[in-house]
């Protein structure tokens, strides 16, 4: 095993997209070490979705290469990464509001069933003692979350917060490797933002599954990263750990413009 592919579970060489005449995300280059938290930042527009997407296989970049594990995995589509073993959870929230939240876990297991839907339909006793084991699997990533009491409940029904944490619930059924969670804390309340804190913290330490996190809540960014990429117009334009981004005159004046690397205000 070469010393990147032990330190490294990721690694995104000189990737490139372009939307017609405009380059989302221009020849950026990093390594996401293996069992970390990693952070994707910069204002809106940055390229963070656009790069995202090219993580888990929603575009093919237009150059560049990104490897998980030491392979590459350009042009492979979205289901087969997540088999992988890159999850995700999107900015807007995505389940299905009218089934119950322990089957929106099921969902993001299905990967890993060896069942079809021939089997399911024939009510196999192979197929029956699949479901069980896969709804007490989803039941226990649900006490994970904390959501286990509304198991039964309609997806819709939860509490904004809850609903991101019923995704995250969702991904993790997919035993990813590498978990994407594309603004998070989004629309959550600060007692919300700190459980969070405290879920991705416990997902990176007892579950030893790398985080790459796209997040506007820069509290939340420096406490939980310990390296952060910092995207502009596409480019990357910093990377280091919180202190080293904290102080770079070059974030500052992408966030605040360059008056205020002139004032040393900092972020
Ligand atoms: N499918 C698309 N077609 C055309 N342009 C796109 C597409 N997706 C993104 N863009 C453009 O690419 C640029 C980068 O967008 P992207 O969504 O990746 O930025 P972002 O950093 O995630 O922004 P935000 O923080 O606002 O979510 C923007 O100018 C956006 O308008």
């Known amino acids: 095993m ?74 492979i589509k979205p289901d087969r990464i997540t088999s992988r073993g890159i999850a995700r959870t999107f900015q807007n929230i995505r389940l299905f509001g009218s089934m119950t939240v322990l089957e929106n876990v099921q969902v993001g297991m299905h990967i890993h069933l060896k069942t079809g839907i021939v089997g399911t339909l024939l009510n196999l006793p192979r197929v029956r003692h699949e479901e069980h084991d896969a709804q007490r699997e989803a039941y226990r990533l649900l006490e994970y979350v904390g959501l286990a009491e509304w198991y039964n409940e309609e997806a819709s029904s939860l509490s904004y917060g809850a609903q991101r944490r019923l995704e995250i619930a969702r991904a993790l059924a997919a035993k990813p490797k590498v978990l994407l969670l594309d603004e998070p804390a989004a629309g959550m309340n600060p007692r919300e933002t700190s459980e969070l804190t ?49 102080s770079n005159p070059k974030v500052i004046e992408a966030y605040l413009g360059k008056s205020a690397v002139e004032e040393e205000i900092q972020i």
């Open 198 to 246: 405290g879920l991705i913290r416990r997902i990176q330490q007892e579950l030893n599954i790398s985080i790459i996190l796209i997040e506007h809540d820069m509290k939340l960014v420096m406490e939980l990263s310990h390296h952060i990429l910092v995207l502009d117009h596409g480019e990357k334009i910093a990377e280091g750990g919180p202190e080293d981004i904290r």
């Open 2 to 75: 070469s010393d990147h592919q032990e330190h490294n579970v990721l690694k995104v060489t000189n990737l490139m997209k372009r939307f017609g005449g405009l380059t989302a995300v221009n020849g950026v280059n990093f390594d996401f070490p293996k069992g970390q938290i990693s952070a994707v930042i910069g204002p809106n527009g940055a390229g963070k979705t656009t790069f995202f997407n090219m993580i888990t296989g929603i575009y093919v970049p237009d150059k560049g290469n990104i490897e998980l594990d030491g392979e590459s995995i350009v042009n």
